[in-house]
């Protein structure tokens, strides 16, 4: 555990749920763990007891990756975990390619909806459908215009231009839209939606009162900092403050919540972890000024004061879409001047 994480309690202690396995946090509430091919190597789902349309059975909420090993990982789950009950519904947090990437094929084996916000819905059936729009060319342009000009990497983030569509090559033609408030009756429980912004268009975390419940999806995750990115889609998109008004409507939720997260281990010490988020922005803030006030910088620049440790090509996109984020608030809040120099980079200085 790190530092911060000790702030935190794992009431589950190191107990995870094997592969093809699940393990009961709730009652009718299930932990579900599915690898992922990426340095974040998993992410949880889960499977909550239901009745909708008078049939018994099970709610999924989020998919992991469209892979044969995913699927397979499925099918060990529903041989052994559903008590011969099917799956009614499949809800997904957001459109990110963890969470919806299998949607297409769970809803077609069980004739289930997808249920989701409209906003996620719409932009991963762009994403999957389209090499042009995410990533590719159009992204390396926008890295290059802060500062990635490295030949080498402005190659390589051209040539993925279909990253989304390998992980996500299909989304359900249809689905139920979920909206911030909706009152879910799931099984003997009522859930409710909570929207939250600035990691993906529009996040829909699902608290549950009566069981002190909160799936926090990526909104709120206990030992990694959420991915808050500026992507070439919207250049001048400003999505940390709307991260982080969104995860202080979170704290208006009781302190003993029990939270489910996308990545890592369940656990209490919400208010604590919401505190901890809004400090690390605002010391990345700090020195991202403290930078600029020792002369104009682009956020390629500010890479090695945000992140300490050595980045990978993947790491690297992910770390310019935080950088431009932070600096975008900064910029937009009237902190920082924005100029785009002769070299055709932004650079950034104090006002
Ligand atoms: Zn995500």
Redesign the pocket.
């Known amino acids: 555990m790190n530092a911060l994480e000790h702030e935190l309690s794992y009431p589950l202690g190191d107990a995870l749920p094997e592969a093809g396995r699940t393990l009961e946090i709730a009652p009718g509430v299930r932990w579900v763990r599915m690898g992922l091919p990426f340095a974040l190597d998993h992410i949880n789902l889960w499977l909550l007891r239901d009745e909708l349309d008078g049939r018994a059975g099970w709610t999924i909420v989020d998919c992991g990756i469209t892979s044969d090993a995913t699927r397979a990982a499925w099918e060990e789950v529903f041989a052994h975990e559903l008590q011969d009950l099917p799956v009614l519904r499949v809800i997904v947090t957001?459109m990110?390619p963890?969470?919806i990437g299998l949607a297409h094929w769970l809803t077609e084996r069980w004739q289930c909806r997808l249920w989701i916000s409209a906003t996620d819905f719409n932009a991963a059936t762009l994403a999957s459908a389209s090499t042009t729009g995410f990533g590719g060319g159009s992204a390396a342009r926008f890295m290059a215009s802060h500062g990635l000009t490295d030949p080498e990497a402005v190659e390589k983030i051209k040539a993925r231009s279909n990253y989304y569509a390998s992980m996500v090559p299909k989304v359900p033609p249809r689905f139920r839209r979920l909206l911030d408030g909706d009152r879910l009756r799931i099984g003997e429980h009522e859930w409710v939606c909570l929207v939250g912004y600035g990691?993906?268009p529009e996040?829909m975390s699902l608290h549950c009162p009566a069981l002190g419940v909160l799936i926090s999806?990526?909104m709120v995750l206990p030992r990694i900092s959420?991915?808050v990115s500026v992507i070439d889609l919207e250049p001048e998109a400003n999505p940390l403050p709307l991260y982080l008004a969104s995860i202080e409507r979170l704290r208006q939720l009781p302190a003993d919540t029990l939270v489910l997260p996308?990545h890592g281990r369940p656990f209490r010490g919400l208010h604590q972890r919401i505190a901890q988020l809004k400090a690390h922005h605002d010391e990345r803030f700090a020195e991202l000024l403290a930078a600029c006030h020792r002369g104009p910088q682009s956020a390629a620049d500010l890479l090695g004061v945000l992140f300490k440790r050595k980045l990978d090509l993947h790491q690297t996109t992910f770390a310019m879409g935080e950088a431009i984020a932070h600096l975008n608030a900064l910029w937009l809040a009237g902190r920082l001047r924005r100029t785009f120099d002769e070299d055709g980079v932004y650079r950034f200085s104090p006002v």
């Open positions: 957001h990110h963890d969470h990691h993906a996040h999806g990526d959420t991915n996308s």
